[in-house]
């Protein structure tokens, strides 16, 4: 049976660099645990989650966010374009949110 996906087992900032080069293999990489801010602020919202929740990104996630949203055109729509050293922040940016909203 094939795996539907691997884990990277590299360091993450090497992983956005190899991801933009990868294949059509899916491969993912843990960006962090769960925090106790986060479990309790979704709990607040309605939401309840456990310990066992990951956060994690795969490479075609990566691939797709600068082949989409780094260019100009994400300024004529109102956004901010991404750029690599967005995505080198992000598991800082996970662990140290200002706020949380949902919606439907």
């Known amino acids: 049976m094939c795996a539907l996906f691997s884990y990277y087992k590299g360091e993450y900032e090497q992983f ?6 990868s294949n059509n293999d899916l491969i993912k990489i843990l960006i ?3 925090r106790d ?3 309790n602020d979704l709990e607040q919202l309605g939401i309840k989650i456990n310990g066992e929740y990951r956060h994690t ?3 075609n996630a990566i691939k797709h966010s600068i082949k989409q949203h780094s260019k100009m055109k994400e300024s ?3 956004q901010v374009p ?9 598991p800082e940016i996970i662990d ?9």
């Open 57 to 59: 990104i795969d490479n």
């Open 32 to 34: 962090s645990e769960v």
């Open 37 to 39: 801010k986060l479990i």
């Open 82 to 90: 991404i750029t690599l050293d967005d995505l080198s922040h992000l």
């Open 16 to 21: 956005i660099k190899d991801a933009l080069g």
């Open 76 to 78: 004529l729509r109102g």
């Open 96 to 104: 140290t949110y200002d706020s949380l909203s949902t919606s439907k």
